[in-house]
């Protein structure tokens, strides 16, 4: 199985740029959809961004859409998340989820190996 590991979270001032980076451990990301969720105190888990393990159809929350981006290198075998913008809504702890098979998703429940996550702080 692949077990995913985030880094690089922390804390910025709003409007500032944060990157968070997840990165494979005991097997590559091939074959595989990979998701970032993220998860505010008293909040539900939300979907914020995703894309296959080949870089193709990313796929965006739509209030993150515009200002983050997720990318994928298969040569390191990480996906990045790169934070633009940031705003105090967007304070939670951000885990890197990975799914079998090749279709994308935003349901959390369909992804099979979650990180234990990175908290990113956004102060006003």
């Known amino acids: 199985q692949v077990q995913p590991v985030e880094s690089g979270g922390g804390l910025v001032q709003a409007g500032g740029s944060l990157r968070l980076s997840c990165a494979a451990s005991?097997?590559?990301?091939?074959?595989?959809?990979i998701g970032w969720f993220r998860q505010a105190p008293e909040k539900e888990r939300e979907f914020v961004a995703s894309i296959r393990w080949t870089g193709a159809t990313p796929m965006y929350k739509p209030s993150v859409k515009g200002r983050f981006t997720i990318s994928s290198d298969n040569a390191k075998n990480t996906v990045d998340l790169q934070m633009n913008s940031l705003k105090p809504e967007d304070t939670a702890v951000y885990y890197c989820?990975?799914?079998?098979?090749?279709?994308?998703?935003?349901?959390?429940?369909?992804?099979?190996?979650w990180g234990q996550g990175t908290q990113v702080t956004v102060s006003s």
């Open positions: 005991g097997r590559t990301f091939s074959w595989h959809v």
């Open positions: 989820a990975v799914k079998d098979g090749v279709v994308p998703s935003a349901n959390s429940s369909e992804y099979n190996y």
